[in-house]
């Protein structure tokens, strides 16, 4: 799981909102303003028989602040991403 739902820059993070991208999720904001310092993707490729499934994950970042269920406070009553 993206480690970005539990950041208070998730709403304001450029590469969040690639990652956002990534999934077709809909975005937090549309123009982020905040550059994340040294972000760790990681790319899970899930493939059968014919589909291809690409999961994009933050797993680390320098900039990480915490701030336990920032993204559910921004959509209340959504499933939050996984």
Known sequence: MCICINC???D???T???????HLQPHLTTSPDFE???P????N???DAENIQMEWDV???ESFA???GKWMKLRPGELVPT
Not at 16 to 22: C, L, S
């Open 36 to 38: 994340a310092i040294s």
């Open 59 to 61: 797993v680390g970042c």
């Open 40 to 43: 760790t993707v990681n790319v």
């Open 16 to 22: 969040y909102h690639a990652v956002e991208g990534q």
């Open 45 to 47: 490729i899930r493939t």
């Open 66 to 68: 915490p701030e336990m």
């Open 8 to 10: 208070t820059y998730v």
């Open 12 to 14: 304001r993070c450029i």
